[in-house]
Each structure stands twice: as structure tokens, then as C-alpha cells.
């Protein structure tokens, strides 16, 4: 490796050049062609569940991106963002609509796509994401590190899911595997870029830091839906693994360290994946689902 290489780069090679276009760039339908059947020895109420998990997880986080969309430093960030908003609402469909389609139980009384349903008319206790995804960030710099963080666990996690049991699932993180591959790349090249600039951004991200590693603990803390699923779902302690040491090799090119913070404590024995969730939770649904519920039956 040459003087003039940054060691982040090396990251990306496996995905080739194409990893870099977000959601939008082709149409085609990623499920085309699958058999949408649980297949054989997958229990489809767990398969639910693990999806739900999922797909929780990209809506809320899609719409945290969102409220970003006109408050970025440049025009060219705002369509960065605003594309990886979408890729990752994208992700949501897919995932929320397979869960409604492995377990009906799940969905809240109405008509209407299951997806939708699932998005729109659930309450806070019902959500499965972790709690990374709840909160708003306080600045651009707390944006792409929590984005570096939640997308190097995400590409991890469907790097395995695409060879998992269900082709429905291993469809979808087929799709998701390069889009998540931009949002990494994305957010480790602004990591780098304020851990090596300024006193003043260096200073921002340490604070960012700071304010999202307590959050990240959670996303490699093994649920019983995971376990009972066994191959079906991605090991918890392999992705923790792979992402460890995508996160340790940003921060060193940027010169920063790594958190000593402790995680987030759990609300006895429970966190997101169990429905207890932050405070902010409920803000964010409140603006989600504003509109579907004040107009319930309307059709768009």
C-alpha cells in the first residue's frame, strides 16, 4: 500500500464501483421470481418477528434522515442523505411487508397494505428497532456517526442474510447489501474528514461519539427471536466482529478514538427489540403516522 492510500478505501474494494449509487438508480423488482412461501423448518411467527425487527429499525431511521432534508450544509449532502433516506425506507417496505405476509397476527386491524398497516397504526410499544435509530441528532458530525455505526452492523447483518434460508429474506438483502455498502462509505469518508480536519470538527465528532457509542451496544446484543431462528438470522457475535473492525480502522485514519462510554442501560432486562423504548420514540411517530391516522381511509 502506497503513502497516498487511506486505509478506509480498502474497505469498499469488495463491493466494486456500483456500491456507490443509493436507491433509485434501477427499478427493478428484487423479489421478482421468489417464492414468497416460508419454507420448510422456518417457524413463520420468529421469521415475522426477525423482520419486523428489521424493518423497524430502517423506517425510523429513514425518518430521522428525512428531517434533515433542507437543514445540510450543501446541496450535494441533502441528496446524499435524502437518497439514503430512501434506500433505507425502501428497505422498510420490503421487510415490514414480509413480516405481514409470514404472520398476519401481527397487523393492526384495517384495510390496506400490510406494510403500511405495520407502519402507520401500530403504537410505540408494538416497534421493534433499537433505540440507535430513536433519538435526533444534534449536529451533521452526530449524523454521520451514528450513520457510520448503524450501517457498517446493517451491511454486516445482510451481507449474511443473503445467503440465509428464506429467499424472500436473503431477496431483499441481496438489494439492501450494495445501498448499505454507499451508506458506509458515505459516513466513514465524513468521519475521516472531521476527525482530520479542524479543531473545531474534531472537536464535533469526539462530542458525536461520545453522544452514539452508548447506543451501539444494543445492536449486537443477541434476542431470543435470533436465537430461536438460529441460521435463519445473522450471528450477532460474527457481525459484531466484521463491524468492530470496519469502526476501529475509520476511527485510527481519523485520528480518533475509540468510546470508553458504558451502553445504555436496559429497562429491567429490556430495550428496543422488546418495545421499551427512548422518549423520542413517541415524537417520531407522531409525525410518521399524523396523517394515515387522521385520515385512515383515504387511498393514495
Given at each position: 500500500?502506497?503513502?497516498?492510500?487511506?486505509?478506509?478505501?480498502?474497505?469498499?474494494?469488495?463491493?466494486?464501483?456500483?456500491?456507490?449509487?443509493?436507491?433509485?438508480?434501477?427499478?427493478t423488482d428484487p423479489l421478482a421470481g421468489v417464492d414468497a412461501a416460508v419454507p420448510a423448518g422456518?417457524?413463520?411467527?420468529?421469521?415475522?418477528?426477525?423482520?419486523?425487527?428489521?424493518?423497524?429499525?430502517?423506517?425510523i431511521y429513514s425518518h430521522r434522515l428525512q428531517q434533515w432534508i433542507t437543514r445540510l450544509?450543501?446541496?450535494?449532502?441533502?441528496?446524499?442523505?435524502?437518497?439514503?433516506?430512501?434506500?433505507?425506507?425502501?428497505?422498510?417496505?420490503?421487510?415490514?411487508?414480509?413480516?405481514?405476509?409470514?404472520?398476519?397476527?401481527?397487523?393492526?386491524?384495517?384495510?390496506g397494505p400490510g406494510e403500511d398497516r405495520l407502519a402507520f397504526f401500530r403504537d410505540e410499544p408494538q416497534f421493534r428497532n433499537v433505540r440507535l435509530v430513536e433519538r435526533a441528532d444534534a449536529d451533521f458530525a452526530e449524523l454521520v456517526v451514528r450513520l457510520l455505526v448503524f450501517a457498517t452492523w446493517r451491511l454486516a447483518v445482510f451481507e449474511r442474510?443473503?445467503?440465509?434460508?428464506?429467499?424472500?429474506?436473503?431477496?431483499i438483502a441481496g438489494r439492501a447489501v450494495s445501498e448499505l455498502?454507499?451508506?458506509?462509505?458515505?459516513?466513514?469518508?465524513?468521519?475521516?474528514?472531521?476527525?482530520d480536519g479542524t479543531d473545531v470538527s474534531r472537536d464535533r465528532v469526539r462530542d458525536a461519539l461520545a453522544a452514539v457509542w452508548p447506543l451501539a451496544d444494543e445492536l449486537f446484543a443477541r434476542h431470543p427471536v435470533e436465537q430461536?431462528?438460529?441460521?435463519?438470522?445473522?450471528?450477532?457475535?460474527?457481525?459484531?466482529?466484521e463491524a468492530d473492525l470496519v469502526l476501529d480502522t475509520v476511527l485510527?485514519?481519523?485520528?480518533?478514538?475509540?468510546?470508553?462510554?458504558?451502553p445504555l442501560g436496559l429497562v429491567r432486562g429490556r430495550a428496543?427489540?422488546?418495545g421499551v423504548h427512548t422518549e423520542d420514540l413517541g415524537y417520531v411517530l407522531a409525525e410518521l403516522q399524523s396523517v394515515a391516522r387522521a385520515h385512515p381511509d383515504a387511498t393514495w
Open positions: 500500500m502506497s503513502s497516498d492510500d487511506n486505509p478506509y478505501d480498502l474497505l469498499a474494494e469488495e463491493h466494486g464501483e456500483d456500491h456507490r449509487w443509493a436507491f433509485g438508480t434501477g427499478f422456518i417457524d413463520a411467527a420468529g421469521l415475522a418477528a426477525y423482520c419486523l425487527m428489521l424493518g423497524d429499525d430502517a423506517l450544509p450543501e446541496l450535494e449532502e441533502e441528496t446524499a442523505v435524502a437518497n439514503i433516506a430512501l434506500d433505507l425506507l425502501g428497505q422498510a417496505r420490503l421487510l415490514l411487508a414480509r413480516a405481514a405476509a409470514a404472520d398476519p397476527s401481527l397487523l393492526p386491524s384495517g384495510d442474510l443473503r445467503d440465509g434460508a428464506d429467499p424472500v429474506l436473503a431477496a455498502a454507499y451508506h458506509r462509505d458515505y459516513a466513514a469518508q465524513w468521519v475521516v474528514r472531521l476527525g430461536a431462528l438460529g441460521g435463519v438470522a445473522a450471528d450477532p457475535a460474527a457481525v459484531r466482529a485510527s485514519t481519523a485520528g480518533l478514538d475509540r468510546p470508553s462510554a458504558a428496543g427489540r422488546d
